[in-house]
């Protein structure tokens, strides 16, 4: 029904610079919140950061003042700024969508992207 994509990932060294994209598609009547996670080998899954559509944000105390979470509602993709990068960083990075895929109230799903793996070597 719905696809997220999620791209932008790779290797960087610590203190350097990412952006993860995520692009939305399929059966999309109108995209509500977006968030991103991660999880790191062993660990559960952490949110990172969410947005709703109209813009508010909301960062995870380790990542703010460093990440910068955005979205663009004409193209269906949310964004990841990810400044001054920490080993600590490093993780598989999902994106995740609530969507309703009709005018329906009811059609309110959750989806979840592949995920896209950011690597920070120290």
């Known amino acids: 029904q719905v696809q997220l994509v999620e791209s932008g990932g790779g290797l960087v060294q610590a203190g350097g610079s990412l952006r993860l994209s995520c692009e939305a598609s399929?059966?999309?009547?109108?995209?509500?919140?977006m968030g991103w996670y991660r999880q790191a080998p062993g660990k559960q899954r952490e949110l990172v950061a969410k947005i709703t559509r109209s813009g508010d944000t909301n960062h995870a105390d380790s990542v703010k003042g460093r990440f910068t979470i955005s979205r663009d509602n004409a193209k269906n993709t949310m964004y990841l700024q990810m400044n001054s990068l920490k080993p600590e960083d490093t993780a598989v990075y999902y994106c995740n969508a609530d969507v309703n895929v009709s005018l329906f109230a009811s059609s309110r799903r959750e989806f979840w992207g592949q995920g896209t793996q950011v690597t920070v070597s120290s």
């Open positions: 399929g059966s999309i009547f109108k995209i509500n919140d």
